[in-house]
């Protein structure tokens, strides 16, 4: 099965060419040169490919998108606000070694304790949620300074040191 990576959402339309502009959380600043097919989020775990015709750095975080099929601003509107995929060949492209979003597909540890494996990165302004599923159940898990212990690039692992009482929260 396909692999995917959230990578942002359309934020807006831009002109009057039914471009629009897609927030990304890759880590740098790249206009996605050369590529050619992104995955709207239409239902959970339902993903529509779109082609692109055109891209455009707009600033660090966002992007101005030309994609085949919307030709006006009111076409562009339907897929407002939602979330963006890469195929994870692509991701592994376009994403900063650093940013946080490449920690996806990394696993989690406590400690000496699994927990499993990162499959969303969410970025909010004062800290970022990793989402794992222990145990069938969704879990966060927030990082931060204080919970970080040490991230190994190459073994693709990320070990935390977690506050009593936070998994119990999830798991009961």
Same mark, same amino acid.
């Given at each position: 099965?396909?692999?995917?990576?959230?990578?942002?959402?359309?934020?807006?339309?831009?002109?009057?060419? %039914?471009?629009?502009?897609?927030?990304?959380?890759? $880590?740098?600043?790249?206009?996605?040169? %050369? !590529?050619?097919?992104?995955?709207?989020?239409?239902?959970?775990?339902?993903?529509?490919?779109?082609?692109?015709?055109?891209?455009?750095?707009?600033?660090?975080?966002?992007?101005?998108? %030309?994609?085949?099929?919307?030709?006006?601003?009111?076409?562009?509107?339907?897929?407002?606000?939602?979330?963006?995929?890469?195929?994870?060949?692509?991701?592994?492209?376009?994403?900063?070694?650093?940013?946080?979003?490449? !920690?996806?597909?990394?696993?989690?540890?406590?400690?000496?304790?699994?927990?499993?494996?990162?499959?969303?990165?969410?970025?909010?302004?004062?800290?970022?949620?990793?989402?794992?599923?222990?145990? $069938?159940?969704?879990?966060?898990?927030?990082?931060?300074?204080?919970?970080?212990?040490?991230?190994?690039?190459?073994?693709?692992?990320?070990?935390?040191?977690?506050?009593?009482? !936070?998994?119990?929260?999830? !798991?009961?």
């Amino acid at each position: 099965m396909e692999q995917y990576f959230s990578i942002g959402q359309i934020v807006g339309t831009f002109g009057l060419n %039914g471009e629009v502009v897609l927030k990304h959380n890759l $880590g740098k600043k790249t206009s996605l040169k %050369g !590529l050619e097919v992104l995955f709207i989020e239409e239902a959970k775990d339902k993903f529509i490919p779109y082609f692109l015709t055109s891209s455009k750095i707009k600033n660090e975080a966002e992007v101005y998108l %030309g994609i085949e099929g919307f030709a006006t601003k009111e076409a562009a509107k339907k897929i407002n606000a939602k979330k963006v995929w890469l195929r994870a060949d692509d991701f592994k492209k376009f994403a900063a070694r650093s940013a946080p979003v490449s !920690l996806i597909g990394f696993t989690m540890f406590n400690g000496d304790e699994e927990l499993g494996v990162i499959d969303e990165v969410i970025e909010q302004p004062l800290q970022i949620l990793c989402r794992l599923e222990i145990k $069938g159940k969704e879990v966060l898990i927030p990082l931060h300074q204080e919970t970080i212990r040490s991230i190994h690039q190459k073994k693709k692992e990320v070990v935390v040191e977690l506050p009593d009482g !936070l998994l119990e929260v999830y !798991l009961g």
